[in-house]
Nanobody, 124 residues
Framework: QVQLVESGGGLVQPGGSLRLSCAASGSIFSINGMGWYRQAPGKQRELVAVITSGGSTNYGDSVKGRFTISRDNAKNTVYLQMNSLKPEDTAVYYC??????????????????WGQGTQVTVSS
């Protein structure tokens, strides 16, 4: 009933930029927090950035000053602008959202959703 679809990953050289997008669709009533997490091979998934419905943001220490999270509430979409990319930013990036939605019985429910992941590779 609710789906998150990510786009924008790819291969970029060190120092380059990429912009990730994540659009939520389905029987959505409202979206609370949205965010991005990443997981590199052999490592645990870690916070990249989160943003509240009101626009307050929080970043992982390793990306502060280089990445910017934003959202378009009218489009149910969250973005991650990544600048000054480093090889250590290489990972699968996952979108996450806390969504209030209509169930099949038309009652309101809350659930936590994840996107399928998009690969970001930073290499020369």
């Amino acid at each position: 009933q609710v789906q998150l679809v990510e786009s924008g990953g790819g291969l970029v050289q060190p120092g380059g930029s990429l912009r990730l997008s994540c659009a939520a669709s389905g029987s959505i009533f409202s979206i609370n927090g949205m965010g991005w997490y990443r997981q590199a091979p052999g490592k645990q998934r870690e916070l990249v950035a989160v943003i509240t419905s009101g626009g307050s943001t929080n970043y992982g220490d390793s990306v502060k000053g280089r990445f910017t999270i934003s959202r378009d509430n009218a489009k149910n979409t969250v973005y991650l602008q990544m600048n000054s990319l480093k090889p250590e930013d290489t990972a699968v990036y996952y979108c996450n959202a806390d969504i209030r939605f209509y169930s099949r019985s038309y009652t309101l429910r809350n659930d936590d959703y994840w996107g399928q992941g998009t690969q970001v590779t930073v290499s020369s």
